[in-house]
């Protein structure tokens, strides 16, 4: 009884060694692309649109036909990324060479841009290799350079797009200063009345407002993210639920600061007459708000630097240098947690409520 159960155990245990062996996963020695007939390792090149890589697997051949397995169920893989647009094919049966012709033109929406995403430019470092069945990896010992046209042609052209929209900007700014300067409730001719000096140059004296410049600043952050992710990646949706925060935090800081300054301006209208238009009041309050440079009017009231907006300024320096960094390296639009978006709205709620302590 036990030499027959021992032997029908033998038979059980061998049968699953020999499916098992069967089953295993084939090792690649190496792989290569095809040039001019012959075979050239990685080290010395890279995968261009059109290349054919070729993986050299021992016994390759005799591991399809053992497995019972279709061409179309071996598929190339970039960092994990599954390119099932390539389909598999062998030179003959005799060879131990599984091979994909890459094109880039082909890649789905959804793998061009998980491939436009990895880090680098327009050439990446990725770790190559082979997914069987759809649940067995295998993958090649080292990383090689796969080089993607589309980026470096949209990204030299998006770089071009983010310097004219930076400039075209800028130069709206310049010109009409207005924009980031404080809001009041005077007319360019009520100014000119009050100094004896001409409209423009009324207008060119008004303090910069440090809120419409917060606003200015992330506008131009976020249009440039999105454009530098566009070229890169060649898609426009990248805009998420951070950068509309973003925007609205800087908005709803400027909608504050504006109400504040012209709640002082009807303080100050209401305490003097119509006909005195140039009384010492009015002269005060304009004083006040008469720009002593950009970083000064930025950072300070009357009695100088204010703590208050330091840190406000601080905080979106940062803020602003984390989402680039994201930007710049994942090519998507960072996503700040709950609580860093509570800060940077504490930051700026702090300005706002302090704005309306300011030294007059």
């Not at 924009?179 to 009345?193: F, G, H, M, R, V």
């Not at 004083?287 to 703590?307: C, Q, T």
């Amino acid at each position: 009884m036990k030499t027959t159960l021992s032997l029908v155990a033998f038979i059980l245990l061998s049968g699953f060694y020999s499916y098992s062996q069967n089953r295993t996963i084939p090792i690649i020695d190496g792989v290569y692309l095809e040039t001019d007939s012959s075979f050239q390792s990685l080290d010395n090149t890279r995968i261009v649109d059109g290349a054919v890589i070729a993986f050299d697997i021992p016994g390759i051949h005799d591991y399809i036909e053992e497995n019972a397995l279709n061409m179309n169920n071996i598929s190339l893989m970039m960092d994990n990324i599954v390119l099932q647009e390539f389909p598999a094919f062998m030179l003959d049966r005799e060879s131990d060479l599984l091979m994909y012709t890459f094109y880039e033109d082909q890649l789905s929406t959804e793998n061009s841009l998980a491939l436009y995403q990895l880090k680098g430019q327009s050439e990446k470092r990725v770790l190559i290799g082979l997914r069987f069945n759809e649940k067995q990896f295998v993958n090649h010992h080292e990383k090689v350079n796969l080089y993607l046209s589309q980026v470096e042609k949209w990204g030299t052209f998006g770089y071009w797009v983010i310097g004219l929209v930076s400039i075209l900007f800028i130069f709206l700014l310049y010109k009409y200063p207005s924009s980031i300067k404080d809001t009041l409730n005077y007319s360019p001719e009520q100014l000119a009345k009050i100094y004896g000096l001409d409209e423009q140059t009324c207008m060119l004296n008004v303090s910069y407002s440090f809120s419409k410049t917060q606003l200015a600043f992330w506008i131009l952050v976020i249009t440039a993210s999105a454009i530098y992710i566009w070229g890169f990646t060649g898609h426009l949706d990248s805009f998420n639920s951070t950068a509309f925060l973003l925007l609205g935090i800087s908005a709803i800081t400027t909608g504050v600061g504006v109400t504040i300054n012209q709640k002082e301006d009807k303080e100050t209208n209401a305490s003097t007459s119509d006909d005195q238009d140039n009384s010492e009041e009015h002269k005060k309050l304009i004083e006040f708000r008469r720009s002593e440079g950009f970083v000064k009017d930025i950072l300070s009231d009357n009695s100088g630097v204010n703590l208050h907006r330091l840190q406000a300024l601080i905080f979106n320096i940062i803020f602003a240098i984390a989402f680039l960094k994201t930007v710049l390296i994942d090519y998507q639009m960072p996503d700040f947690n709950e609580t860093q978006l509570a800060l940077l709205g504490l930051s700026n709620g702090t300005y706002a409520f302090l704005k309306n302590k300011e030294a007059k």
